[in-house]
């Protein structure tokens, strides 16, 4: 039977597992990314770090069951509501660390710097004062959890967006950091914001970035939606790695990356779950596939000559962006599939990768091992119903 190499996740905003499915209501006719945002952030609202705790063990038993084996998490509800200091100002950051040492789940944890509500500067919003440092208690705050890494955690940083973060304090925080942290950051997700960034910045946001960042290997641009064919060179050339995130970005209404220009250029990608509308790689990697296939009536798109099967260029692909973008080699990190599954009946090493990407909707993980650890078996998470007993607790205090 054939080992498989563990999938890392490249983006996760933990809390949002816990509203899965709940903002598929119509509330207006022109219902967007902005109006979900709202709702968003009244579920915010409510986490203190114990329920944090219990959705995030939820959300990473759920990941190990599918075949994550890390997660990046992009963390930014740092303080109590209102932007109230906890006594411990990483209680949050400490919570997300606990859930992954609870499940087993590789982490690195990427605090946000988060300051401001928009290109123009504006101050944050009352939703928003949960997440908001300056640049002092934000670099004291990364420092402070570097205590923390291990074998199976990371500490890197992350950046808002362009809209959250003004130019002199993204200087001061990645020209403090050590070289080899990784640097995540969401871009030209929306068109709205490559349409502020234009007019504020006088540059699209992606070419903004490679204009006035030394983006490199270190950095993640997370979904990078709306690029113009220049800046999508540009980002292949840069050497960072791009984290999209198919089904979030289609439950929001975001767009479609340009993969086969993307492809051609040579650039380096990897996938992620974001909001957890889904948690499965097998739905994430099928959909980016899916997406390039509707949009250009093609099939086998990110597939070549040198590498024909889509599953395997996928599988490899994200495989290939996990030291980059996680900080982690993933050594011991590795999933077996179900060969008795009806999907998988004949599978051989050639198509067994296909067959588990796009056949059918049943999870086909069986096994799932961390650092050499063995954490699911029978497609089972060892600790799946005591953490479930904990998330449906904190569910019923959150709504
Ligand atoms: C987030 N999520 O930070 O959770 C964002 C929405 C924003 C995605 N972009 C909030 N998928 O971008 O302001
Ligand atoms: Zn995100």
């Not at 009946?345 to 993980?365: E, Q």
């Amino acid at each position: 039977m054939r080992t498989l190499p563990g999938i890392p996740n490249l983006h996760s905003h933990a809390f949002q597992r816990a509203m899965a499915g709940m903002a598929e209501r119509q509330g207006n006719p022109e219902d967007s990314f902005w109006t979900w945002r709202e709702t968003m952030y009244r579920m915010a609202e409510r986490f203190d770090p114990d329920t944090l705790h219990a959705v995030a063990s939820q959300l990473y038993v759920e990941m190990l069951e599918a075949g994550y084996t890390s997660v990046c998490e992009f963390h930014y509800l740092h303080h109590a509501p209102g932007g109230r200091r906890y006594e411990d100002p990483a209680a949050m950051s400490r919570a997300l660390l606990r859930a992954a040492a609870d499940t087993g789940i590789r982490i690195t944890l990427l605090p946000v710097l988060y300051m401001s509500g928009g290109f123009d500067g504006r101050p944050l919003g009352e939703r928003q004062q949960r997440f908001g440092h300056g640049v002092d208690d934000f670099l004291a705050l990364i420092q402070a959890l570097r205590a923390e890494q291990g074998e199976r955690v990371r500490i890197g940083c992350a950046l808002h967006s362009l809209r959250a973060v003004p130019q002199a304090a993204m200087d001061a925080v990645v020209s403090a950091l050590p070289r080899d942290m990784p640097v995540h950051i969401h871009i030209a997700e929306q068109v709205g914001e490559v349409q502020d960034c234009l007019a504020l910045r006088n540059a699209r946001p992606v070419e903004w970035l490679l204009d006035n960042a030394e983006v490199d290997a270190r950095w993640t641009l997370v979904h990078a939606t709306h690029l113009e064919p220049a800046e999508t060179r540009g980002v292949a050339r840069s050497g960072a790695t791009v984290a999209l995130c198919p089904t979030t970005e289609a439950n929001l209404g975001d767009g479609l990356f340009p993969m086969r220009d993307y492809l051609a250029a040579g650039g380096a990608y990897g996938i992620g779950s974001d909001s957890h509308i889904s948690v499965s790689p097998v739905e994430e990697l099928r959909w980016l596939e899916y997406g390039q296939r509707l949009a250009t009536g093609r099939r086998n798109i990110v597939a070549g000559a040198d590498s024909p099967s889509v599953g395997e260029t996928l599988l490899q692909a994200v495989c290939d962006s996990r030291r980059n973008a996680t900080g982690f080699d993933g050594e011991g990190d590795t999933l077996t599939l179900d060969m008795h599954a009806p999907q998988l009946v004949g599978a051989n090493d050639t198509d067994l990768v296909d067959r588990w990407i796009f056949s059918g909707n049943r999870n086909l993980v069986d096994t799932v091992h961390v650092a050499g650890e063995q954490l699911v078996s029978g497609g089972i998470h060892r600790d799946r119903d005591t953490i479930a007993a904990r998330y449906r607790e904190a569910i019923k205090k959150l709504l």
